[in-house]
């Protein structure tokens, strides 16, 4: 429930929660929430991410976007998805990451990252293409830096804008 509905770990805490799960099994104990956090979370995390592995490593060609933003107390994020058409034809999208990205906006700096992201699912080499916003940073990050196709995103273009 805290990773899959995004519930509180407290939650093991709560009078309610206890109640009801000990009216579905009287026998069952609950983790502990030092339990969930330091010990179920990170495992749930683990099998998550070699699950995602397996699936990127079957995978011959992969696009990705690619975003940056800054939350209301100023703490810079980076989020790299995928997309991708697996063996039955259906396309697929998953998130490769999304966490803090405290450097300094540069296109150096911006291509590292995505490098260190996506190397240990798969080689650069399957990136056809890299889809962002139209910064300059983020279009020399992808052809300057990475040296792959760049595509930018047509929400952030000027001629979707005046639509």
């Known amino acids: 429930m805290v990773y899959k509905d995004l519930q509180p770990i407290s939650i ?12 579905l099994n009287p026998t069952y104990s609950l983790p502990s929430r030092k339990t969930v956090s330091k010990s179920l979370l990170p495992a749930a995390y683990e099998e998550k991410k070699n699950s995602l592995k397996n699936v990127l490593s079957a995978v011959q060609n992969i696009c990705l976007t690619v975003d940056c933003w800054s939350n ?26 999304c966490s803090i990205f405290d450097e300094r906006h540069s296109a150096k700096n911006i291509a590292e990252n995505i490098i260190h992201i996506c190397q240990p699912y798969f080689p ?3 990136v056809s293409l890299i889809v962002t916003d139209n910064a300059k940073n983020m279009i020399n990050a992808v052809d300057s830096e990475l040296k792959l ?3 930018g995103c047509i929400a952030h273009s000027e001629c979707a804008l005046r639509v």
């Open 12 to 23: 093991v805490e709560d009078e309610g929660f206890r109640e009801y799960s000990k009216a």
């Open 72 to 97: 209301q107390k100023a703490e810079s994020y980076m989020a790299v998805t995928g997309h991708f058409i697996d063996e039955h034809m259906q396309r697929k999208t998953v998130l490769i990451d």
């Open 124 to 126: 650069m080499e399957k």
């Open 149 to 151: 196709k760049h595509l």
